[in-house]
């Protein structure tokens, strides 16, 4: 399968700040990645598909211009949460599906922290 | 509305047993079904997944089955282990690697 890393692992900011979470697919060229919210002891939400070269397509519900998406390359896409409040703590995942597959393999995810 | 219902949300199981989670859903451009396996701290990790065409498929010690007229799959895992500890997800793939997950299961396997 796909080898999927993330970075940061644990991030810690304070409220207004923006940060940055890397997802990077180690082993195959991903011109889609996803990303999902995960709050604690809950399910996975699809937040937005980012696709490589284009704009990213977000899930209803999902505020694009605080979740900001860049897929620039066939094995990097960002998520940058900007001005970051308590209420955006949360794990963030990503994923990439192969193609040709219905497989979809998940990064270690990163857990970001609002004080 | 929830896509995928998943129950039970926990489930104790002593080491050696089977634990069996259910899941269903309403529609039916699902066409795949997979279940992970998350530890805490970790991003899920994929099971064993299932199509629609095919009532069960077993893996290892993992086996799903799939009842497609009743809207419903489950995970069995046999001979359950305390390193099968951990919570799990079924999901149901739509439209091009679109994912539902399931509201997860935290399974305690007790030595």
Redesign the interface.
């Known amino acids: 399968?796909a080898v999927?890393s993330?970075h940061p692992s644990w991030v810690i900011c304070k409220s207004g700040t923006s940060v940055k979470i890397e997802c990077r697919s180690l082993d195959f060229q991903a011109t889609?990645m996803?990303w999902y919210r995960q709050f604690p002891?809950?399910?996975?939400?699809?937040m937005a598909?980012s696709n490589e070269g284009s704009k990213a397509t977000y899930e209803q519900g999902v505020e694009k211009d605080k979740f900001l998406i860049n897929h620039a390359s066939l094995t990097l896409s960002t998520l940058t949460v900007t001005s970051a409040h308590p209420e955006d703590s949360s794990f963030y995942?990503c994923?990439l599906?192969l193609a040709g597959t219905?497989?979809?393999?998940?990064?270690?995810?990163t857990?970001l922290t609002v004080t | 509305q929830q896509q995928v219902k998943q129950s039970p949300q926990s489930l104790i199981v002593q080491k050696g047993g089977i634990s069996i989670i259910n899941c269903a859903y309403e529609n039916t451009a699902f066409?795949?079904f997979?279940w992970?396996q998350q530890f805490p701290?970790?991003?899920?990790?994929?099971l064993i997944?299932i199509?629609p065409d095919v009532s069960e498929k077993k893996e290892g010690r993992f086996t799903i089955s799939f009842n497609k007229s009743a809207k419903q799959f489950s995970l069995h895992i046999m001979d359950s282990q305390p390193g099968d500890s951990a919570t799990y997800?079924c999901a149901a793939?739509y439209n091009?690697?679109?994912?539902?997950?399931?509201?997860?299961t935290?399974l305690n396997v007790k030595p």
């Open positions: 399968g999927v993330q889609t996803f002891k809950q399910s996975l939400m699809l598909t995942i994923s599906g219905y497989e979809q393999y998940f990064g270690p995810g857990r | 066409d795949y997979p992970y701290g970790k991003g899920p990790a994929l997944a199509r997800f793939r091009f690697n679109k994912f539902y997950f399931g509201s997860g935290k």
